[in-house]
């Protein structure tokens, strides 16, 4: 007793210190001084250079603070003077108490941190050199703190710690499937990084010893608390988005969502698991198990069974210095006073007195300590007592707090059924829709193929255009080396020339040498004969001298003739010697002369060989230079060709691979989209042949010859895929026939590519066999042709009108029949029948008026749509040209005129007793599948942009809920008229009772067989309903 009162003399008084210290604190600037300082102190306790686990007090305080000042400027002008770049663990600690602080902060703690991203990515690619100790772990955490950033900026919907209701997270996407694709990337890109700081962090421990009971181990375990937070509502939103995707997305379009999904799902079950046995989790934190199959997106009732995962953080798992330091010496001086309290109720006052008289306790009687003691038992029991009250309290509060989540998870079993009774009503509307974003998700990647060819063609042009430059430059090298050999060619005629002249020349000093020699010979001759003459004249002149020496003596005077006669005779001989010597020596000069010209004829015929020589030699280069460039272009243009058919035969194997993929099976088309791809490559093939065969006539005409190829295996793996989806909507023998004719009309292409890839095949090329599998393609395609509704196309404009106009007057006698019941109802029923009527028949009177608004937007939509695309055209002109389109329009406006007489009529005999609620239903939805349909029709060829379709689709929506309020208000009538009825079992014997319970089995099998019967007959009509629909109305024309 007397430590108990020491400690209650040294504790006596604590509160009003506390509170003059609180009172002194003096105006706002001391107060602000004070929080700074406190902030700072807690700061620096939570983030310090110790290997242990952050304490939970500190980080509360600093989440406190953040609240307090709105902000984290405080945080951060405290964090900046840390070295964080200098020590792993301090960084380690300052992003964990960052990461609290971006879940539970204030929601300016984002907004205050942005600007400090930068320094954050330099310090992660700081730390992420360091391969070993906690530089690893602490570049993947400061990328995932930057995720997170980031992931809040671009969705400031989402709160820092992710807790969203499903309407919120429905909000946040917009009710856009863009967004919510958008989303789920990011979401995805966000649990990466949260799985990969899981597994880090894990393969840095060593798992073989307990390291989750020592403090360095719990450092690196701690912030994995936040992750597993993060990671339980990424998962649970990840799934919910992915299953509205698939309610709105083909598969095909979702399948790398999927893929990635399964990972992740993988990692983050291992994790979980991992997680949940370890010693130090087990304390803290309550983690979800995964179910053990994913979640199968493809079933869209499988959503029901989806549990989101819940982390739960006991109440008793806080440390014992969790609690905020500014509350301490408040809660020590609380407890302090309950104990006075309850020590004064027990043993009475103790303000200076002896309660027990232990001083005088030798003097006491026994019979006072008796009593004493009963009194001091019964106090015992009273509080006993009181304590177990207390305890029964408790649990009884405890048993309705479970009572009251068991009715409340009964009522979110309830909404869920609802919402997936819901959602699959809405599956016949999302399955339009699916079709109609298939088809054009198909012609988007029609014209991103198209683009790439586009593409390709461009560069394969280019280097064209290049070889053609090339081209051109060897062609003028060629023209260069041409004229030079022409001038060459040139100096060789003209030295040829020379050559002609000088042996002409010669051949006139020969002749005239010849003459000269002739004449001397004549000469020769003539002086021969002369000689010869004057010999004989001498013989004779002898003979006669001998005759007349015997006269001589008779005539003396003859004699001295004769002597001169003979004198001047000799004198003539010697004169003609002369001359003939004279005639020797001009003959030997021109003989001399002669050899000259010869000498230097032979020299200038030697020099001109050799420049003849030199200039052949450089003629047969040039030749062998140009030969070799010829040649060389030529291989160019051969491997440009070669390269242009591998990437068309690889086109056509492609879309040939296509025929025979599960995938493709869902995508479906028109035997007039058929017919037109078959038209344009049956004209592309013919323009493929005139270029063949201007290219086997000249090889260098290769121009024209490779966008052909191009455009060629475009349009034949285009026709090719189309003839496969046009057979999915066919009978069965022609859709054989047809996918028969596609594969030999593939196999053809290929046989034509490969020619045409070979040297020695290019040249026999033929493609006679494809342009009959083209034929073939085309004269099935006529076959499968739609052919429409039996009205005339130039009626088509007046029956619009005049289905429009009827569908808009049988909304309103549909509406004005609606007020004649509900006026007859109101006149002759009473009680609960009334109510059901007047909420059936009000509900279905909405229903009218959305229906009307509809009809009254679509007409305006209309008339845009043909004052917009007529041009100098009339209505009824625009409406023939548009056929398709227009005969949608009007099966579309039937179907509601339709619909809504259907839903009168059975509202009347809902009302009358003699219908079923379940016929009001159908009808109500029919209208909705109708009101879909007529609004698809209208905005196909409608401007994205146009305001007309922004009403349309806002009457759209208000059609829906008007069709969900008539559902709406038919079940609640229903069961509240199935409660009217209730069965009274109270005067039923037990052999009554078992009779009835087996005929109730025996019913309930029966309509569970008729059920399943009903629905199998309900797939096949709907089929049916699409494939004629589809076919006849040419709604997949109209969606082209």
């Not at 509080?383 to 989540?405: C, D, H, I, P, V």
Request: charged share 30%; hydrophobic share 35%; aromatic share 4%.
């Amino acid at each position: 007793m007397d430590r108990v009162s020491s400690s209650m003399k040294q504790v006596s008084n604590p509160l009003p210190k506390v509170l003059g210290r609180r009172a002194g604190g003096g105006g706002l600037e001391a107060e602000r001084e004070s929080f700074e300082r406190a902030q700072t102190v807690s700061i620096n306790k939570a983030i310090n250079a110790q290997e242990v686990a952050v304490k939970e007090k500190h980080a509360r305080t600093c989440i406190l603070g953040t609240h307090h000042e709105k902000g984290a400027q405080t945080f951060w002008s405290v964090v900046n003077r840390l070295p964080l770049s200098g020590n792993a663990v301090l960084c380690w600690k300052f992003c964990h108490v960052f990461h609290k602080l971006l879940r539970d902060g204030h929601s300016n703690v984002l907004k205050d941190s942005l600007r400090y991203k930068n320094e954050l990515s330099d310090m992660s690619r700081m730390w992420g050199h360091l391969s070993e100790g906690y530089g690893q772990l602490c570049s993947i955490y400061l990328k995932l703190l930057r995720t997170k950033m980031e992931f809040h900026t671009k969705n400031p919907r989402f709160p820092g710690n992710l807790q969203m209701s499903d309407r919120q997270l429905d909000e946040a996407g917009e009710n856009d499937v863009n967004n919510f694709f958008q989303l789920t990337v990011e979401m995805f890109d966000y649990l990466e990084c949260e799985l990969n700081l899981f597994q880090t962090v894990f393969s840095s421990l060593d798992m073989s010893r307990s390291v989750s009971v020592t403090a360095a181990g719990q450092c690196r375990l701690a912030p994995l608390i936040q992750v597993i937070l993060d990671c339980s509502h990424l998962y649970d939103y990840t799934v919910k988005l992915l299953f509205k995707l698939h309610s709105c997305l083909p598969a095909d379009t979702l399948q790398g969502h999927r893929d990635r999904f399964l990972e992740q799902f993988r990692k983050l079950k291992d994790l979980f698991y991992r997680s949940s046995n370890l010693q130090y989790f087990k304390r803290l934190i309550q983690i979800p198990q995964l179910p053990e199959n994913p979640p199968n997106f493809l079933r869209a009732s499988a959503l029901s069974e989806h549990i989101s995962p819940v982390v739960v953080i006991p109440a008793e798992a806080s440390s014992p210095d969790s609690e905020p330091i500014t509350d301490l010496v408040e809660m020590d001086t609380a407890s302090q006073s309950l104990f006075d309290s309850k020590f004064d109720d027990i043993f009475g006052s103790s303000l200076g007195s002896d309660p027990f008289n232990f001083n005088s306790q030798n003097g006491m009687n026994k019979d006072d300590k008796d009593r004493l003691i009963e009194q001091l038992y019964g106090e015992i029991a009273a509080l006993k007592e009181e304590l177990e009250n207390f305890k029964a309290e408790s649990t009884r509060g405890m048993m309705q707090l479970r009572g009251r989540a068991s009715e409340l998870e009964a009522e979110l079993a309830e909404q869920q059924h609802l919402k997936q009774q819901a959602q699959d009503e809405s599956e016949f509307l999302r399955t339009e829709l699916e079709e109609l974003k298939k088809q054009r998700e198909d012609t988007e990647k029609a014209q991103r193929s198209l683009t790439e060819i586009e593409r390709r063609a461009q560069a394969n042009e280019q280097r064209y255009s290049k070889l053609k430059e090339k081209y051109s430059e060897l062609v003028q090298n060629h023209a260069d080396l041409l004229r030079k050999n022409a001038e060459v060619t040139k100096q060789v005629t003209a030295a040829r020339q020379a050559q002609g002249d000088v042996e002409r020349e010669k051949k006139e000093l020969e002749d005239s040498f010849q003459r000269v020699s002739e004449q001397a010979q004549r000469k020769s001759q003539e002086q021969a004969e002369v000689l010869d003459t004057l010999k004989r004249e001498l013989a004779a002149s002898r003979q006669e001298l001998q005759v007349l020496q015997g006269t001589l003596e008779s005539s003396t005077q003859a004699g001295a003739e004769q002597s001169t006669r003979i004198a001047g005779l000799e004198q003539e001989r010697e004169s003609l010697s002369r001359a003939a010597e004279r005639h020797g020596e001009e003959v030997a000069a021109l003989h001399a002369e002669l050899q000259q010209m010869r000498d230097r004829l032979g020299r200038e015929q030697e020099s001109s060989k050799t420049e003849l020589e030199i200039l052949q030699a450089q003629l047969r280069d040039k030749e062998s230079k140009e030969q070799a460039l010829q040649q060389h272009v030529a291989e160019e243009q051969f491997a440009l060709l070669q390269g242009t058919v591998q990437e068309a035969k690889r086109m056509v194997q492609d879309a040939l691979s296509r025929l025979e993929d599960p995938a493709h099976m869902a995508c479906t088309g028109s035997a007039d989209c058929l017919l037109s791809r078959t038209l344009a490559a049956s004209e592309c093939v013919e323009r493929l042949q005139d270029a063949h065969g201007k290219y086997v006539s000249d090889r260098t005409a290769i121009g024209s010859l490779l966008p052909t190829l191009a455009l060629f295996a475009h349009l034949v793996s285009d026709t090719l895929l189309q003839g496969s989806a046009t057979s999915h909507l066919a009978p069965m023998e022609p859709a054989d026939r047809l996918l028969e004719a596609c594969k030999q009309c593939g196999s053809e292409a290929m046989s034509y590519l490969s020619a045409l890839q070979d040297p020695g095949k290019v040249k026999g090329a033929d493609c006679i066999l494809l342009t009959t599998c083209l034929g073939r393609i085309s004269a099935i395609g006529e076959e499968l042709r739609p052919r429409g509704l039996d009205v005339k196309q130039e009626e088509l404009g007046d029956l619009v009108d005049k289905e429009m106009a009827a569908t808009a007057a049988a909304i309103e006698t549909a509406a004005a029949r609606i007020e004649e019941m509900l006026s007859k109802a109101r006149a002759g029923d009473t009680g609960v029948k009334l109510e059901v009527n007047e909420r059936i028949l009000g509900s279905c009177t909405g229903l009218m008026q959305a229906i009307r608004v509809l009809v009254l937007a679509s007409k305006d939509l209309q008339r845009e749509i043909v004052e917009s695309g007529r041009g100098a055209a009339s209505p009824k002109e625009f409406y023939a040209k548009n056929s398709r389109w227009t005969e949608g329009l009007i099966s579309a406006s039937k179907a509601v005129g339709w619909g809504a007489t259907v839903m009168v009529d059975a509202a009347d005999l809902v009302v009358q007793g003699k219908g079923t609620f379940e016929e009001l239903m159908v009808c109500s939805r029919e209208i909705a599948a109708s009101t879909a349909q007529l609004v698809a029709a209208s905005k196909v060829k409608a401007d994205k942009d146009s305001a007309n379709l922004c009403k349309l689709q806002q009457a759209s929506r208000g059609v829906n809920q008007a069709t969900a309020s008539v559902v709406a208000s038919t079940k609640a009538g229903k069961s509240q008229v199935e409660e009217k009825d209730s069965m009274d079992f109270s005067s039923m014997t037990l052999t009554q009772i078992k009779r009835q319970e087996m005929d109730s089995q025996v019913r309930v099998l029966e309509l569970e067989n008729q059920l399943q019967k009903e629905r199998q007959k309900l797939g096949e009509l709907r089929k049916k309903h699409y494939e004629l629909a589809g076919v006849a109305e040419g709604w997949e024309d109209a969606a082209d």
